[in-house]
């Protein structure tokens, strides 16, 4: 019997020119989904109080792992390029030994990237959290040209200029400066650009599609996190937390596993269909709009003309780079 599968990278090329229709609506897709996430960590985090930043991403990598493993039981979906609909299943040899190895330089920025944007998230106001990411576009841009030698043209690098430079002017008036946060929003940063910048060689290199890299970066990060967890007493602690059987934090929790599979699933999408960069476009244009609910519902960044001034210069130079990239340039 044929069963139908979800939409896989391998569908597509790796690599366009400009941005089809398919490309944008994956690119929307992410957006809106990156904003509702954010907003379902930062209120779990800071809203309930909950300090055990590893045992979310634990949390949420075993709700990825169990979505995982029982589509691909059901053959709902595949692992790799080259594997038909009707090919049998068996539960051992999902990826081989090998091809797991070879995901190790993306699994690792995962691993890194997913522990501190939760502490980032945790630490810092969202508005200024939202601020700072935006210099991952650049170090995205370093990444892709010292990885994989792409170079862009001179309208890119001046819109991406003018999404840094806005950047910074939203972020001057932040009067509750936190070095530690900003330097674990720093790290992230960097985490990021090294694990898109990857996504597509290591897809390329191994067969696998965006399920299959999911499922690597969850076998191989999941057990870290967990002996990580337990032995600094994150898991015992947990079942202490006051609030562990309210409805309203198990609601967040369930909503922040959930999401955060599909972001792990739209992420590598984009970037596959896409570019690395793009992603990291998409990112600035929806930090937009999680700067204003974020400062709605949770504040911390005071609300001048420095913000606005600053957040409308970053979104005119994420609206050059999507025209740019609109006409192929």
């Known amino acids: 019997m044929e069963h139908t599968k979800l939409p896989l990278s391998d569908e597509i090329p790796y690599k366009s020119s400009s941005m089809t229709r398919k490309g944008a609506y994956v690119a929307l897709s992410y957006m ?9 960590n930062k209120a779990a985090l800071s809203s309930y109080r909950f300090p055990f930043t590893t045992v979310m991403s634990l949390s949420q990598m075993a709700c990825a792992f169990v979505i995982l493993y029982v589509l691909k039981s059901l053959m709902i979906i595949s692992f790799t390029t080259a594997e038909s609909k009707s090919s049998s299943y068996n539960p051992v040899m999902f990826v081989p030994s090998r091809t797991l190895a070879q995901t190790l330089p993306l699994a690792l920025p995962y691993l890194l990237y997913v522990v501190v944007t939760m502490e980032a998230v945790r630490g810092i106001n969202v508005p200024m959290y939202t601020t700072l990411r935006r ?10 040209y010292f990885i994989g030698g792409k170079r862009h043209s001179n309208i890119v690098i001046i819109s991406v200029g003018v999404i840094i430079f806005g950047a910074f002017i939203a ?7 936190d070095s530690y946060g900003y330097s674990i929003v720093f790290i992230e940063n960097m985490c990021k650009a090294v694990y898109l910048t990857s996504v597509s060689r290591v897809g390329k290199s191994t067969g696998l599609n965006v399920f299959g890299l999911m499922w690597c970066n969850v076998v191989l990060c999941g057990p870290i996190l967990l002996l990580w967890s337990a032995f600094r007493g994150e898991l015992q602690s947990t079942l202490k937390f006051p609030y562990l059987l309210f409805p309203g934090f198990q609601a967040l ?10 972001m792990n699933y739209i992420v590598v999408l984009n970037t596959t269909i896409n570019s690395a960069l793009t992603q990291a476009i998409c990112s600035n244009l929806k930090d937009v709009f999680t700067s204003g609910f974020g400062w709605l519902l949770f504040g911390g960044l005071p609300y001048d003309l420095f913000n606005v001034l600053g957040q409308s210069i970053g979104f ?3 609206c050059l780079y999507a025209y740019c990239k609109t006409r192929g340039k």
Request: net charge negative; charged share 10%.
């Open 171 to 177: 972020g001057a008036r932040d009067l509750a400066f």
């Open 135 to 144: 210099t991952t576009i650049a170090f995205t841009m370093m990444m892709e």
């Open 253 to 262: 929790i369930f909503l922040s596993c959930a999401f955060t599979f599909f």
């Open 316 to 318: 005119l130079g994420s």
């Open 32 to 40: 809106v989904s990156s904003v509702l996430l954010i907003i379902f």
